[in-house]
């Protein structure tokens, strides 16, 4: 997904003078061609993240598609209320990408553990917010927020991830169909995003599974309509993120079908299961998938 | 920053004269705070447009976003907008917020918490300076706000970058529960910028020729100017007052005031 942000990036601003990547002093033999390419439009400020939030505001002012690069925790919590205040009630054309969404830089320790991070920012008015789960996804996410004028985050993880071989083409907003094991939409459906989306594919894959798979890349704005339309199919359906379940994906469908159900645009609820983390930290050492598995994560394969 | 017009004290006492004027009515009627703090910088302001704005080639950051009704009044004067708008100052429904907004013609960027124009400025600065546009960034930060680290990230950053900046710093010694030395104590001040790799100098922040003269250089080096003033300046019965932060005037303190600026600007102001 990395590998993918920067080579797509590059592209992008061959045509675009205007797009502009700033990182938190880190891309070591990642962001090297950027800043080669393109000297005048790379800058590291450095390890100060309020600062560096701040700073691609007046740069956005100034016309810039700006793009602020560090690591999970840092564009984002460490700066949350520049991102509030400077960049996203002024309407800065800032795009906050992370890599190191959820345990993927688990062995960093809890510092470096992206899993808040997704539902702090969907409270921010004006913010996209964009957790995509392969690199297929980040290429189509990556044209949309530079050519939508809004902020926007976008969490990555980190590089080596498969592609999915989707059913259908991104829609902005929407679910996106990433397996489809039923012919009837009678059985369970699956949502996720980011990294973990990805093993949630691979599992029905290797299981032949009668359910289908849904990703939610872009997590806000959504098009609530045609989510519930698209929900309304199932009797089941299993909610997977690597997040807190506070505030994140699940939160956000859920909010979705309750508000729905409540003013009766919608007759019954499907039965919801939720997996994230649950309101705790992970405080040993662990690779991505076993800090996973020790939150419980990789629960979702009781569904399948 | 560049040169821009010959200095009167007359014109910018008369301008200094309204917005103090205003700040204290904007205040009493709105039994609003943060008066000390908006009269220490009218000077500067006064100064500063009357002979050195310039749409275009300068922008001005007011990151002491609490001290609104100054910049509001100033901008009144100025003429960004009618002057009468300043009637709806923090009333229900107006843009004229009671921690500056950049809803209001001629505000860069709205401000309230701290610690938050100096970057941004800096990095309209950084874009200015690799299109190679003149312009100079002014951006006036309170002192109590140099608690703020996000203010001394940034500094790091536009020495670094060399960035024409010119950060004004409101010195009046109070923050908002105590005096600046008692809380957090800020000095050596002058030196902590000099040895940011900073140009900085210190005058006395009423003095209209002192200001000219330290906004009057043809630098492109970020600068910093620290203004020794006093809270609440000039109103007799609030100078140096804590309290000026939280209080406003009642209505003989309002008369007392308006009379008292009225006695300090008019000996400038030519007949």
Known sequence: MRDTFVSNLIELAKADPKIFLVCGDL?????????????????????????????????????????????????????????????AYHFANVNIVAVGGGYAYGSLSTSHHATEEIGMLRTIPNMMICAPSDPSEVKEILKIITSDPSPSYMRLNRSGEDLIDFVDPLEQGSLHLAYSGSSDFQG????????????IYKDLVLASSSDDLFTLPIVKPLREKIIVKKLLQYKEIIIVEEHQLIGGLGSAIQEILFDYYSSSELATLPRIHRVGIKDTFQSVAGNQDFLRDKAGLFSYRRYI | MKFQKKFSHSISSAAALNIAS???????????????????????????????????????????????????????????????????????????????????PGVEISTGSLGHALPV??????????????????IILSDGELNEGSNW?????????????????????LQSFGLTNEVL?????????????????????????????????????????????????????????????????????????????QEHYERYICK
């Open chain 1, 27 to 87: 891309g070591f033999n990642v962001l090297e061609e950027f800043r080669d390419a393109f000297p005048d439009r790379f800058l590291n400020g450095g390890i100060s993240e309020q600062n560096i939030a701040g700073l691609c505001a007046g740069l956005a002012k100034e016309g810039y598609k700006v793009f602020f690069y560090s690591i999970g925790n840092f564009p984002t919590l460490r700066c949350m209320e520049q991102i509030r205040y400077d960049i």
């Open chain 1, 188 to 199: 369970k459906a699956f949502i996720s995003n980011g990294a973990i989306a990805n093993e």
């Open chain 2, 22 to 104: 205003n700040v204290i009515k904007m205040c009493a009627e709105k039994k609003a705070a943060h008066m000390g703090g908006a009269l220490s910088i009218t000077d500067f302001l006064s100064v500063y447009y009357s002979f050195f704005y310039e749409n275009k080639a300068t922008s001005l950051f007011y990151s002491k976003g609490h001290a609104c009704t100054s910049i509001y009044a100033t901008l009144a004067y100025f003429n960004f907008f009618d002057p009468k708008e300043l009637a709806t100052y923090s009333e229900n429904g107006s843009v004229f917020t009671s921690h500056v907004s950049h809803h209001v």
């Open chain 2, 121 to 138: 400025a800096s990095g309209v600065s950084y874009a200015k300076k690799i299109t190679k546009s003149s312009h100079n960034s002014c």
């Open chain 2, 153 to 173: 990230e940034s500094l790091l950053f536009i020495a670094h970058h060399r960035l024409p900046c010119t950060v004004i710093i409101d010195y009046n010694k």
């Open chain 2, 185 to 261: 104590q800020l000095e050596p001040l002058k030196d902590k910028f000099q040895a940011f790799n900073l140009e900085c100098l210190q005058i006395d922040g009423h003095d209209h020729q002192a200001i000219f003269n330290a906004l009057d250089s043809s630098s492109n080096e970020p600068r910093v100017i620290i203004l020794d003033t006093v809270k609440a300046h000039p109103l007799k019965y609030a100078m140096n007052t804590l309290e000026s932060h939280y209080y406003p005037p009642n209505e003989q303190q309002l008369l007392e005031g308006l009379n008292d600026i």
